[in-house]
């Protein structure tokens, strides 16, 4: 539920929101019976102001994921009616990438500006510099035969969009390149990486957020030009409704599949 506010104030009985936060995702240390003001957010901490004295409150996030390349979903996961977004999210479509490249300054350039530098999640020769703080990663792939690859080489998240029946569009980041590109497809049984955008943000270029998913992990989310990602690759294991996503580690039950499921890379869960 959206919290109550009535002359800047907030409502602790509701979840609290704090420069588009969600407060209900916070521990507050002192008695929570007042109102609290706006106030400044100091890397992860909060402190505000109670509403009828001079005293601070310090607000603490201890529930942040620690993302490293997070989940690999197929096509049917990923657009499955029940939803692998919370309320407000979307799997981004093939156009709501070329947005974000375009405002990037292009598909010949904007890859550098959305992948993480260093070698640690990509292999060298890497070029990226992630002036976005979109902290793309090499996550790499199953195929269609439930074979992983790729790692470290490439970084590519499914679209919403479909190109044939079989087929969908797929977000291209490569360690030796400079673009990020939609312009290739991928079979809908393929594993992938998933990142998701918000419907609609109150952020503006630069701003960070949060994103709750289904099964209560938080992750990082950043406002790049007019749109809000994530800034982490999805760990998501449950649709909206509860329903949990099968985790398929067999390479042909893998290959069978019609229907929505996720997988770890090389099935090992440390690749999280």
């Given at each position: 539920a959206e919290p109550t506010i009535v002359d800047g104030y907030v409502s602790q009985q509701e979840p609290l929101?704090?420069?588009?936060?969600?407060?209900?995702?916070?521990?507050?240390?002192?008695?929570?019976?007042?109102?609290?003001?706006?106030?400044?957010?100091?890397?992860?901490?909060?402190?505000?102001s109670r509403s009828n004295r001079n005293e601070s409150v310090v607000v603490t996030n201890d529930k942040m994921e620690e993302i490293k390349y997070g989940l690999l979903y197929n096509w049917y996961a990923a657009n499955?009616?029940?939803?692998?977004?919370?309320?407000?999210?979307?799997?981004?479509s093939k156009s709501n990438y070329e947005v974000l490249s375009t405002f990037l300054g292009g598909n010949l350039i904007s890859g550098d500006k959305l992948k993480e530098s260093g070698t640690i999640y990509w292999n060298t020769p890497n070029s990226g510099n992630n002036s976005s703080n979109f902290n793309g990663r090499g996550a790499g792939l199953r195929n269609e035969l439930g074979q992983f690859h790729a790692i470290k080489i490439n970084g590519y998240t499914w679209t919403s969009t479909e190109m044939t029946l079989s087929i969908a569009y797929i977000f291209q980041l490569i360690y030796n390149a400079s673009t990020g590109l939609t312009t290739g497809g991928q079979d809908k049984k393929y594993g992938s990486p998933i990142r998701l955008i918000k419907i609609s943000t109150t952020l503006s270029d630069g701003e960070e957020g949060i994103y709750t998913g289904n099964d209560?992990?938080?992750?990082?989310?950043?406002?790049?030009?007019t749109q809000e990602w994530l800034a982490d690759n999805l760990a998501e294991t449950k649709?909206?409704?509860?329903?949990?996503?099968?985790?398929v580690t067999d390479n042909s039950a893998w290959a069978a599949l019609t229907t929505g499921a996720m997988c770890v890379y090389n099935n090992d869960h440390n690749n999280i």
């Amino acid at each position: 539920a959206e919290p109550t506010i009535v002359d800047g104030y907030v409502s602790q009985q509701e979840p609290l929101r704090f420069d588009g936060l969600p407060f209900d995702t916070y521990v507050i240390t002192e008695d929570s019976q007042e109102g609290y003001v706006f106030g400044s957010i100091i890397s992860d901490t909060v402190v505000l102001s109670r509403s009828n004295r001079n005293e601070s409150v310090v607000v603490t996030n201890d529930k942040m994921e620690e993302i490293k390349y997070g989940l690999l979903y197929n096509w049917y996961a990923a657009n499955d009616v029940r939803n692998i977004t919370n309320t407000g999210w979307s799997l981004p479509s093939k156009s709501n990438y070329e947005v974000l490249s375009t405002f990037l300054g292009g598909n010949l350039i904007s890859g550098d500006k959305l992948k993480e530098s260093g070698t640690i999640y990509w292999n060298t020769p890497n070029s990226g510099n992630n002036s976005s703080n979109f902290n793309g990663r090499g996550a790499g792939l199953r195929n269609e035969l439930g074979q992983f690859h790729a790692i470290k080489i490439n970084g590519y998240t499914w679209t919403s969009t479909e190109m044939t029946l079989s087929i969908a569009y797929i977000f291209q980041l490569i360690y030796n390149a400079s673009t990020g590109l939609t312009t290739g497809g991928q079979d809908k049984k393929y594993g992938s990486p998933i990142r998701l955008i918000k419907i609609s943000t109150t952020l503006s270029d630069g701003e960070e957020g949060i994103y709750t998913g289904n099964d209560g992990k938080i992750y990082r989310t950043i406002c790049i030009g007019t749109q809000e990602w994530l800034a982490d690759n999805l760990a998501e294991t449950k649709y909206r409704n509860g329903d949990t996503i099968p985790e398929v580690t067999d390479n042909s039950a893998w290959a069978a599949l019609t229907t929505g499921a996720m997988c770890v890379y090389n099935n090992d869960h440390n690749n999280i």
